[in-house]
């Protein structure tokens, strides 16, 4: 194996997508002295789904982010890009159902006033009756959930949420990404905890509680703040980001990839050649677009990965004051808006009129749903009236709002995304080597935006230095989560945080 710490100067790599991965790949590389080449089709801005809008003196991010890691490297750099522009939030979440608001993490006392002693007794019921006839090799998400914390609590605190942002079924939806999704947000811990007796919560002698960070970091101007720092770096190392540029071709022949046929600006076609090359494009459309083509069997199991898409509906609020959360779930089936965020309450700085409140509402969809083609002014409407149904403003109060689409925002973990993804990954490691996928699309993988980072980091590692990091290992192997064992050092889980080299 290669010297880990000899640059390999040889190489040019090309990164496909200037999302959090993208560019946290590319940064390392120039961190290795390793030349680097970013496209990028948006023709204004970078950062992916990690943007941030501007309208009317108020800043929106493509739904909230926060910006916490267990990986302390990762909080390094975050820490190293920004200075003192990424600042400390108390966080503050909450759930909305049926026109009461859960405190989130959930406390006992307000579970109980909120559900009432009837509905609390109807939990207890069902999970008793889920640990004594649970589903025997639960194949659904819908099977998991209900399983450990039975069908009443699933219907109350899952099904609805669930359905709005995934747009299938609950028993369509993967068991493998349920013990892993919750595991990482555990929603249901926090509920166990407040709503159920410690001697029904299972797990011998002492329950293992879990809690959600209180408090996380985030750019003064937004998270696209964070990504657009890094693309100016890149920049002044001479590197810039190529905008405006989208991927048409993925050219390889005797098993290596040579260039990405990209059109620019103008309409024009041209080749970008490379010695390596890093992907964060949604898997199916990267099969699609390799020239020669993939196998039969491969584009078919690309061609099977499902992707969901989102609006945000925008609007500035002429109050100073909506609610105090950073953003609330809205769990209510009455209405279509899944999330709300108040992006005043992630920094101050989001609104240039202290008077006025920024709220970003969430309208999951898929791209051939009639939704996705509504005007803009339809979906301004729906987000007024939905406000007004959910009583966090009058309609008056909503002055003005932009709307922004952003297509295959998450990958679909539907029950046979494994195997579908397992194909393409096995035929690339073998045919394509020098092809690395990497995030949250590019690898139809459940990453945070840390974990996204990470697997670019690793990815260029390999290649500036000849390492070998398994990047799929990121959020697998290691508790890479946003909570921590209740008595367990945050530092003893983050030092597991980055995988070890597989042996050669």
Partial sequence: MADPTTPRSRDHVVVMGAGPAGLSAAYELTRHGTPVTVVEKDPRQVGGIARTLEFMGCRFDVGPHRFFSKSPEIEALWTEVLGEQIRPVSRLTRILYQGRFFDYPIRASNAFLNLGPVETARCLLSYAQARVHPVVEPQSFEDWVSNQFGRRLFEIFFKTYTEKVWGIPTSELSADWAGQRIRGLNLVEVIRNAVLPTAWRGGGERAIVKTLVDSFRYPRLGAGQMWESVAARLASAGHPVRLGEEVM????????????????????????????????????????????????????????????????????????????????????????????????????????????????????????????????????????????????????????????????????????????????????????????????????????????????????????????????????????????????????????????????
């Fill in 249 to 504: 071709a993925v050219r390889h022949a005797g098993g290596r990839v040579l260039s990405v046929a990209v059109r620019d600006s103008a309409g024009g076609t041209l080749d970008v050649l490379g010695t390596e090359f890093i992907s964060t494009m949604p898997i199916r459309e990267l099969i699609a677009k390799l020239q020669p083509a993939a196998p039969s069997i491969v584009r078919a199991a690309a061609d099977a990965l499902g992707y969901r898409d989102f609006i945000t509906v925008n609007v500035v609020v002429d109050r100073a004051e909506v609610f105090p959360d950073q953003w609330i779930y809205v769990h209510d089936p009455g209405v279509k808006v899944g999330r709300i965020a108040n992006f005043k309450n992630f920094s101050a700085a989001m609104v240039d009129d202290s008077g006025l409140t920024g709220l970003g509402m969430e309208y999951f969809c898929f791209d051939h749903d009639s939704m996705w083609t509504w005007s803009d002014a339809d979906l301004l409407d729906l987000g007024r009236r939905e406000l007004v149904a959910l009583k966090i403003c009058r309609a008056e109060d909503v002055k003005a709002g932009m709307v922004y689409r952003q297509p295959k925002a998450y990958p679909v973990y539907d029950g046979a995304y494994l195997g579908h993804v397992a194909v393409v990954r096995e035929w690339l490691a073998r045919a394509l080597p020098n092809l690395w996928l990497v995030g949250r699309n590019g690898m139809h993988h459940y990453n945070n935006q840390d974990h996204s980072m990470m697997t670019g980091i690793l990815v260029a590692r390999n290649i500036a230095n000849g390492a070998n990091y398994d990047p799929w290992l990121v959020n697998t192997d290691a508790e890479y989560q946003e909570e921590e064992r209740a008595g367990k050092a945050a530092g003893e889980a983050a030092g597991r945080q980055v995988p070890q080299r597989i042996a050669s």
